[in-house]
């Protein structure tokens, strides 16, 4: 298996612009995270899907986040207006039921000017 | 919610000398504690995990402990060598079935000295 792919692995934008980042997850995998990792912050669990259905987003730190999973080979993370806050690298992992490990893809490095 | 404290930040260890790197948590219905070594540009990955009803657990150079009472567990990484050096990250989890959230320490940067 290829572990979990993420798009783009870089990402450099402006202040206001809309940003999607997209997750792969693992074949057979029904849990699906994202998380954020800064300095200041270490690494934040902002929302988590079981079975493609949205479990726990109290990590989603405002309005401007929003996470679908359409499908359960698919997932998206948007940020609409960015600003320079959200800098950072967004991990996406993935898991199954029947074990706790949670398997992460390379990150996405995302820079808001 | 859950709050996981992790000591040291920073760690310098000799090669081949043994590095421990210590957790609090503040959950005491946490009951599954992993923890992760993260390289540079890369996601972390899962070294070694522990639950509640173990008090200890090795794999090879790498062990960990756990006290519940306390409420604190422990790496402990022997005979160090340099692809040791990473970014290392506890976390605890109160697994109630399934793959649920995990609330992760700040990490400790490890640098194994040749």
């Known amino acids: 298996d290829a572990g979990v792919i993420q798009s783009p692995r870089h990402e450099v934008t402006e202040m206001g612009q809309e940003v999607t980042l997209r997750c792969k997850p693992i074949?057979?995998?029904?849990?699906l995270f994202w998380y954020r990792q800064t300095m200041m912050r270490g690494l934040e669990l902002l929302i988590y899907f079981n079975n493609n259905v949205p479990i726990d987003d109290s990590g989603m730190p405002e309005d401007r986040f929003s996470a679908k999973m359409p499908n359960a080979s698919f997932s998206t993370l948007k940020i609409q207006p960015s600003e320079p806050r959200d800098s950072a690298v967004y991990f996406c992992?993935?898991?199954?039921?029947?074990?706790?490990?949670?398997?992460f893809g390379p990150g996405t490095r995302l820079t808001v000017l | 919610g859950e709050n996981v404290e992790q000591h040291p930040s920073t760690l310098s260890v000799q090669e081949g000398d043994s590095a421990v790197i210590k957790c609090t948590y503040s959950?005491?219905?946490?009951?599954?504690f992993p923890w992760y070594k993260q390289e540079l540009g890369k996601g972390p990955q899962l070294i070694i995990d522990?639950?509640?009803?173990?008090g200890e657990k090795k794999d090879q150079r790498i062990a960990v402990t756990l006290n519940k009472t306390a409420k604190h567990f422990s790496l402990h990484i022997t005979e160090t060598q340099p692809e040791d050096s990473a970014v290392y990250f506890c976390?605890?989890?109160?697994?109630?079935?399934?793959?649920?959230?995990?609330?992760f320490g700040t990490g400790t940067r490890l640098t194994i000295i040749p």
């Open positions: 992992a993935s898991g199954r039921r029947l074990d706790n490990e949670q398997f």
């Open positions: 976390a605890a989890s109160g697994n109630t079935g399934g793959n649920e959230k995990l609330t």
């Open positions: 074949s057979g995998h029904d849990y």
């Open positions: 522990i639950r509640s009803n173990v």
């Open positions: 959950d005491s219905a946490s009951n599954y």
